[in-house]
């Protein structure tokens, strides 16, 4: 069982810049990935970023040149730092820990943590 807890959302005008947080523990194998996904209301979750073990990035169009994920493995923990934010952006973020190999089809969720920027 591997648990995620997100930090670091909020409330930010257009513009603006915040840092998301995705600290893991538990039974955390290092064959893994890990990303955040956004959930706008009425939409469906869709992948931000993900980064695997190794540090190899993976971007939505929407949000390349603006959002930066990265892994501090020796901590299991992934960032993502969001700049140049813009109302569109806002929506509950997720954090998800999927495994690879082995453990592919093994994945876990946080709970969210909530973006919102102002126009």
């Known amino acids: 069982q591997v648990r995620l807890v997100e930090s670091g959302g909020g409330l930010v005008q257009a513009g603006g810049s915040l840092r998301l947080s995705c600290a893991a523990s538990?039974?955390?194998?290092?064959?893994?990935?890990m990303g955040w996904y956004r959930q706008a209301p009425g939409k469906q979750r869709e992948l931000v970023a993900d980064?695997?073990?190794?540090?190899?990035?993976n971007y939505a169009d929407s949000v390349k040149g603006r959002f930066t994920i990265s892994r501090d493995n020796a901590k299991n923990t992934v960032y993502l730092q969001m700049n140049s934010l813009k109302p569109e952006d806002t929506a509950v973020y997720y954090c998800?820990?999927?495994?690879?190999?082995?453990?592919?089809?093994?994945?876990?969720w946080g709970k969210g943590t909530l973006v919102t920027v102002s126009s």
């Open positions: 980064i695997s073990y190794d540090g190899t990035t």
């Open positions: 998800k820990w999927a495994g690879r190999g082995a453990y592919l089809g093994i994945n876990y």
């Open positions: 538990g039974r955390i194998f290092s064959t893994n990935v």
